[in-house]
């Protein structure tokens, strides 16, 4: 009976072991693909920076059949999937992201981006109120902006006023919120605030053609039409060859 026991405690003690060498075994393999992973993430990212995306989603996805459950690597397949058109499947990896780290506050501002790319205005809405109400997010005039911009986009102008206001309170020299704010003036018929703000955006970012187009618009409603034909030739000589630049002759056109 001794013997048996003896037997017996021997073959549990081997099976002991053999999962306890197994477990070891799977805990260095699952570390060493996090490692691998992480490395072919790096490499992404630095083709990201690079604006070479179609590189930079060959290493990704590599990353993601070693370690899926990043949500920095899902955040930054997201960001590559936008600058390649590809919103829905950015979409789903921004939600991976949220859902893998629910604190990661750029996954879901990055969430609230794609949906507003898709045109899918209350989705949008709904994330960026989310990130307002995190007291702890450090830089809170970017999802105000947003929430302008999506109103904006709802035609709720009023409302889309009240967000950049606030999203400009936080950071006043914010060019995304001034441009804003300056189309929601012009579509509120308030003509001298519109030319007031759109005036210090282009200040701010005297390289940005979009803001000079939108100052141009407001010094013809204005009826300041000298100025606004300098505001159009401006998108002309900062965006040659652009369908932007397009737009502005036919305004000076119109002008003239």
């Not at 992480?38 to 290493?59: H, K, P, V």
């Not at 955006?201 to 100052?215: E, G, R, S, T």
Request: aromatic content about 12%.
């Amino acid at each position: 009976m001794k013997q048996k026991f003896s037997i017996l405690f021997s073959q549990f003690s081997l099976l002991l072991i053999s999962l306890l060498f197994l477990s070891s075994c799977g805990t260095a393999n699952m570390e060493l693909s996090k490692q691998q992973s992480e490395a072919s993430r790096n490499l992404g990212e630095a083709y990201y920076a690079q604006g070479d995306y179609t590189a930079a989603l060959n290493e990704f996805l590599k990353a993601e059949k070693l370690y899926p459950d990043d949500p920095y690597l899902q955040n930054d397949l997201g960001l590559t999937y936008m600058m390649k058109g590809k919103m829905d499947l950015a979409v789903e990896c921004f939600k991976k992201a949220v859902a893998l780290n629910p604190e990661y506050a750029p996954a879901r501002n990055n969430l609230g981006t794609a949906y507003l790319a898709k045109g899918e205005w209350d989705a949008a809405i709904v994330i960026f109120k989310e990130i307002t109400d995190n007291l702890l997010y450090a830089t809170p005039h970017f999802p105000l902006s947003n929430l302008g911009l999506a109103y904006y986009n709802k035609k709720q102008y009023e409302t889309a006023e009240k967000y950049y206001l606030e999203s400009l309170k936080l950071e006043p020299d914010f060019v995304v919120a001034l441009k804003g704010l300056g189309k929601t003036y012009i579509a509120l018929g308030k003509i001298p605030e519109a030319v007031k703000t759109l005036e210090k955006a282009v200040k701010n970012a005297p390289n940005f053609a979009a803001v000079y187009f939108d100052l141009g618009e407001a010094y013809t409603l204005a009826h300041n039409y000298p100025q606004a034909v300098f505001m159009y030739q401006k998108v002309v000589e900062l965006a040659p060859d652009t369908t932007l630049a397009e737009e502005a002759k036919k305004e000076i056109m119109k002008i003239r």
